[in-house]
């Protein structure tokens, strides 16, 4: 089998993992061919692409990024695009197609599939907001990284008296915040799945300031105060109504000083969580989903993707992929709210 292999949306540690271990069993295993479609969607839609075998990933497993490069191309969104995507294929001589992404690009994947295109996805992204899987690579690396940070915030911030805000990236879910949050030991935790009381978390900061320590708010990109607690301009939303990155962090720095007196200060972590080398965790898993998914192109189940479960790799219907978005339930978000303050 010729088999294409692409990466899509925002890049992710342990892209080149999964690259790797596609194209090691590919080969080794099973004597399949691999081309390297750049850029995501946008690879096969202009035919574009690199050559794709055993040297072209050695030595990429610690690599963060992804080799083949990714964008947030989407083929269904241009005219006469899906038409491209399956001419270019043909041309190439491709059989099958090994996709890597978030929601959009296996949103693709899953509409490619019911037009007869042969695809497998696997699943990645740091927010780890994906239904079907219990855990997406990236996810463990991007909790560790902003943990880290925590743990450094906290010195400067009890040598000065101040609260450090630490934004930390989940548009539409705080799993990132929740995580590193409770890592990193912070008094405050704010996720998008629960608009927050701006007169609470100052009370929170009072509180902790009274115990000699300085306070630390994690705070998803994508939280928002309770309704009308902040007026916003228009130019600081975007598409989807939430805080412009380094909206949020910002604004409660200055809400916080404003009440409590006290200096604040805010850290916006942005895409330092999505670079350099994976965890190991996330190395595994990638690895696993890699073996898992040239697998399931080779056996010809196509438009599944795998997907953890439990410590298993097992595989879903593509369409799992964007049936539903998995935020943080009450109950972890209450189980937190012990240490605030
Ligand atoms: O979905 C991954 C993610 O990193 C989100 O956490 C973040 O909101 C978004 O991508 C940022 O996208 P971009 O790289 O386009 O700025």
Redesign the pocket.
Known sequence: MRIGVLTGG?DCPGLNAVIRAVVRKGVSTYGHEFVGFRDGWRGPLEGLTRPLGIPEVRGILPRGGTILGSSRTNPFKIEGGVERIKANLADHGIDALIAIG?EDTLGVATKLDELGVNVVGVPK???NDLGATDYTFGFDTAVNIAMEAIDRLHTTAESHHRTLVVEV???HAGWIALHAGLAGGANVILLPERNFDIDQVAAYVEKRFQTQYSPIIVVS?GAMPLEGQMVLQNQEKDAFGHVRLGGIGQWLAGEIEERTGKEARTVVLG?IQ?GGTPTAFDRVLATRFGLHAIDAAHDGDFGTMVALRGTDIVRVPLAEATRELKTVPVERYTEAEVFFG
């Open positions: 925002g978030g992204t740091i927010d990236m989940g548009r990109e895409h999505r």
